[in-house]
């Protein structure tokens, strides 16, 4: 059965540091791509970034370019997302998700399976 489980969020201050992980279960991280997304209030569910295949190729929107960074442990069959100099426009929850055939950031009813969430909140 597959399963994602997101974790990491929090309260943290404009500049500040979040790492958010997203534990998968019930299948292999090489077959599949693993994104993030987020959703504030009243906004659309909006891709942030996303890593797939054998190499670990990774994509990112223009507004977490350079800030964000995603990485994989298949050991730990976990993907993370290293989130530095928090903007308050990057609060959010955060979801992970999946889907089996390359990243489709614009693209979130394509994905198959989705965590609960996490939500990150950056405020001084």
């Known amino acids: 059965q597959v399963q994602l489980v997101e974790s990491g969020g929090g309260l943290v201050q404009p500049g500040g540091s979040l790492r958010l992980s997203c534990a998968a279960s019930?299948?292999?991280?090489?077959?599949?791509?693993i994104a993030w997304f987020r959703q504030a209030p009243g906004k659309d569910r909006e891709g942030v970034s996303c890593?797939?295949?054998?190499?670990?190729?990774?994509f990112y929107s223009d507004s977490v370019k350079g800030r964000f960074t995603i990485s994989r442990d298949k050991a730990k069959n976990t993907v993370y997302l290293q989130m530095n100099s928090l903007k308050p426009e990057d609060t959010a929850v955060y979801y992970c998700?999946?889907?089996?055939?390359?990243?489709?950031?614009?693209?979130?009813?394509?994905?198959?399976?989705w965590g609960q969430g996490t939500q990150v909140t950056v405020s001084s």
């Open positions: 890593i797939f295949g054998t190499y670990g190729w990774s």
């Open positions: 019930g299948f292999t991280l090489d077959d599949y791509a």
């Open positions: 998700a999946q889907r089996s055939s390359g990243c489709m950031m614009r693209r979130p009813d394509l994905y198959y399976d």
